[in-house]
């Protein structure tokens, strides 16, 4: 009778576990459980991902149109410059409106990866290097009396995954974008009243 009590005891408490450890039905609730954040901060990551590429690409293809659109023109003023931000807006639209910084250059290159700025003007009008002081160029820019134009483009990009970390410190980044180009015509580009 000792022996039966104990195995009826036994079955009591050990057989429902036994058949727990046996059922399945519930795995794949908590598999999904386990991985469900994981596949979501994928999904967001590659979004994230994806939106930051378009905007790199963006940048880098307004800095350039500016550069471009500058260095065919033989002379102008401070006016055709104020209009470029118009042409980097419209690139940039809809990632940046108005919130980010354009300065275009006029360097006259005088030697080896060095040139003197000419004339500079930035998206609210202002002068940001003054005329006749000493810049760099590129080394394959380094042709002495080129004249080059650059364009310096930097737009802040808001960071949708980590704005909602309070914790995190950061939730832009500057993307930013420096373009080079050459005179079309001439050996230089005056800028009237700049």
């Known amino acids: 009778m000792g022996r039966s009590h104990g195995m009826t005891f036994f079955r009591r408490v050990f057989g429902p ?42 940048v880098a293809r307004a800095s350039s149109a500016v550069a471009d659109l500058v260095s065919q023109e033989s002379s102008l003023d401070t006016n055709f410059l104020d209009n470029m931000d118009k042409v980097a807006e419209s690139i940039l639209s809809p990632y940046a409106g108005t919130n980010y910084t354009l300065k275009i250059t006029g360097i006259q ?17 202002g002068t940001p290097y003054p005329a006749n002081s000493t810049t760099t160029v590129p080394s394959d820019l380094e042709a002495v009396n080129a004249f080059v134009i650059r364009t310096e483009l930097v737009v802040p990009h808001e960071l949708l995954l980590l704005s909602q970390d309070l914790s ?3 939730s832009s980044i500057d993307l930013s ?8 015509r001439g050996t230089s580009i005056a800028c009237t009243d700049c």
């Open 17 to 58: 576990l036994r058949r727990l450890s046996h059922d399945r039905r519930g795995v794949g609730g908590v598999e999904f459980a386990l991985v469900a954040p994981l596949l979501i901060m994928a999904y967001i990551g590659a979004f994230e991902l994806s939106v930051g590429l378009n905007v790199v690409r963006k």
């Open 177 to 184: 974008k420096t373009s080079y180009y050459r005179q079309r």
């Open 168 to 170: 995190s410190n950061v």
């Open 109 to 125: 290159v005088t030697g080896t990866t060095t040139g003197t700025i000419l004339w500079s003007r930035d998206q609210d009008g």
